[in-house]
C-alpha cells in the first residue's frame, strides 16, 4: 500500500505536488470512491484508481533535456493558448517539465513522465546547482559582486551563497555578462538578485542544470536523458 498522490506520479500523471491538488479538488476516485484526504493509501496493482475519470496506467518513465527558447511556457499546458516547453517534446506520454524557467528566460530544463524523479529534484533540501549567464545592465562593482556572493535580501529573506563571477564587460553599450550559479529556486531569483544591487537583468540563460548543459543543442531542441545522466542527477538528490 502506498499513498495516492505518490502512486499517482509515479504514473506519469503529474508531479506528487499536483497529484495532491488533484485528491484535494474531488478528481480521484478510488474503487469508485471519491478520494480527498491526503493521507489515503492504495493497492496500485490491485485497485481501480481514476484520475478525472481515466483510469490510472503506469506509462514507462522518460527523460528529456530540452534548451527552451526565451518567450516559452514551462507548462504542460497554457490557458491562454501560448506555445510550452512540451509542445517541443516528440512524444505520446504525459510529460511535463522539473520545476520552471521564466517565460522570458532560455536554457536547460528537463521534462519527463517520473512524478518520483521530478519531485526529487524540486525539493529544496537537494542542492542541485544550476547555472546561469545574465546579461545585466552597466558594470557590477566588486563589493556588489561580493554581496551576490555572500547572500543579499529577497522579499525579506536572504539568498544562499552562490557562485558569481563578471564573464564580460561592453563599456561601449554599458553593459556586462555575469555567470551565477545557485542551488535554490526561487520565482525569478536570478533576477531579483540583480535587482537587488542596481543592475537590472537584459537577457538571461540558464547553461547547466547539475551534471547537464545545453551543449549539441540548439533552442527548442531536445534529446533524451542517457541512463547515466538520469542515475548521476537520482544520486544527486538523495545525497
Known amino acids: 500500500m502506498e499513498r495516492l498522490q505518490k502512486i499517482i506520479a509515479a504514473a506519469g500523471i503529474s508531479s506528487r505536488r499536483k497529484a495532491e491538488k488533484l485528491i484535494e479538488d474531488g478528481k480521484v476516485q ?40 526565451s518567450g516559452v511556457i514551462s507548462s504542460a499546458k497554457d490557458e491562454a493558448g501560448r506555445k510550452t516547453v512540451v509542445d517541443y517534446i516528440d512524444t505520446d506520454k504525459r510529460i511535463y517539465p522539473v520545476g520552471r524557467l521564466d517565460y522570458d528566460t532560455s536554457g536547460i530544463i528537463i521534462l519527463t513522465n517520473d512524478g518520483e524523479f521530478a ?63 545557485i542551488h535554490e529556486g526561487r520565482n525569478r531569483q536570478v533576477r531579483k538578485m540583480f535587482d537587488a544591487i542596481g543592475h537590472p537583468v537584459l537577457k538571461l540563460r540558464r547553461e547547466r542544470y547539475g551534471v547537464l548543459d545545453t551543449s549539441g543543442l540548439n533552442a527548442g531542441e531536445y534529446r533524451e536523458l542517457k541512463p547515466h545522466e538520469v542515475k548521476k542527477l537520482r544520486d544527486s538528490a538523495v545525497t
Not at 493509501?41 to 533535456?65: F, H, M, N, W
Not at 545574465?134 to 555572500?150: D, F, T
Not at 561592453?170 to 555578462?177: E, I, V
Open 30 to 69: 478510488v474503487n469508485g470512491e471519491t478520494v480527498t484526504e491526503l493521507g489515503r493509501k492504495a493497492d496500485a496493482a490491485r485497485d481501480t484508481i481514476l484520475v478525472d475519470g481515466v483510469p490510472l496506467q503506469k506509462e514507462s518513465p522518460v527523460y528529456y533535456v530540452l534548451y527552451k527558447p
Open 119 to 181: 519531485n526529487a529534484l524540486m525539493h529544496p533540501k537537494y542542492q542541485i546547482e544550476k547555472a546561469y549567464l545574465a546579461k545585466v545592465e552597466g558594470i557590477p562593482s566588486r563589493q556588489l559582486i561580493k554581496k551576490l556572493q555572500n547572500g543579499i535580501p529577497i522579499e525579506g529573506k536572504k539568498t544562499a551563497p552562490a557562485f558569481v563571477k563578471v564573464r564580460k564587460t561592453d563599456q561601449r553599450k554599458g553593459t556586462s555578462l555575469v555567470e551565477i550559479v
